[in-house]
């Protein structure tokens, strides 16, 4: 069993940028699948980018996300990365790092995560 612990977010103006970070421990992360979700409040939880298990070549991203997200992992550190640039208000939301044993794939089409982390707030301001 992986735990996972994100940290990176905070209160920032629009336009900044932000790298979020997981931190797996209790297992070692290229066992897994790895993801990226996000939820606002009011709004149900939503798929943000996931990659494979080995590596980031076929990330696969929300349309939402797709250009000003970068997903990356780092299985020598067990760490997992988001990077996010030129924020906006709309991407106000808390932040979950995902793990499953399926292909990156099924995190995007079905939602499947095996862990969950407890996520890190980003908000961003106007």
């Known amino acids: 069993q992986v735990q996972l612990v994100e940290s990176g977010g905070g209160l920032v103006q629009a336009g900044a940028s932000l790298k979020l970070s997981c931190a797996a421990s209790g297992s070692t992360l290229n066992t897994y699948s790895l993801g990226w979700f996000r939820q606002a409040p009011g709004k149900e939880r939503e798929f943000v980018a996931a990659v494979n298990r080995y590596t980031t070549d076929d990330a696969l991203y929300a349309d939402s996300a797709r250009g000003r997200f970068t997903i990356s992992r780092d299985n020598a550190k067990n760490a997992l990365y988001l990077q996010i640039n030129s924020l906006k208000p709309e991407d106000t939301a808390r932040y979950y790092c995902?793990?499953?044993?399926?292909?990156?794939?099924?995190?995007?089409?079905?939602?499947?995560?095996?862990?969950w982390g407890q996520g890190t707030q980003v908000t961003v301001s106007s």
């Open positions: 995902a793990a499953t044993f399926l292909p990156a794939q099924t995190m995007k089409a079905n939602k499947r995560v095996d862990y």
